[in-house]
């Protein structure tokens, strides 16, 4: 009886900033990772960002020194902050909480970059 849902998707211009976010319902005591990903039309889905329990993070190299990922602790909520957003960034994007083996996906907040 997991859910997970993000929100803050929506269109945007090229160089402007979203800010995803994504909860989880159940109860957390701990987590592995907590991630993003994003699926564009006709491409498989795709890493953008993670982080682990112990805040160590990962980047796409795509989105390196353009998007940040954090959580807030004290609920375990993860936001994506993404700053000079390309028509590439394009894609749904889907929030996942690993919990020690345990995968748990929203079902995807449309984010599109166009003039």
């Known amino acids: 009886q997991v859910q997970v849902r993000e929100s803050g998707g929506g269109l945007v211009q090229p160089g402007e900033s979203l800010k995803l976010s994504c909860a989880c319902s159940a109860r957390i005591f701990s987590v592995n990772k907590l991630g993003w990903y994003r699926q564009a039309p006709g491409k498989q889905r795709e890493l953008v960002a993670d982080i682990s329990g112990e805040g160590n993070t990962r980047y796409a190299d795509d989105v390196k020194g353009r998007f940040t990922i954090s959580v807030d602790n004290s609920k375990y909520r993860v936001y994506l902050q993404m700053n000079s957003l390309k028509p590439e960034d394009t894609a749904v994007y889907y929030c996942?909480?690993?919990?020690?083996?345990?995968?748990?996906w929203g079902r995807g907040t449309q984010v599109t970059v166009s003039s």
């Open positions: 996942n909480y690993n919990l020690y083996g345990d995968d748990y």
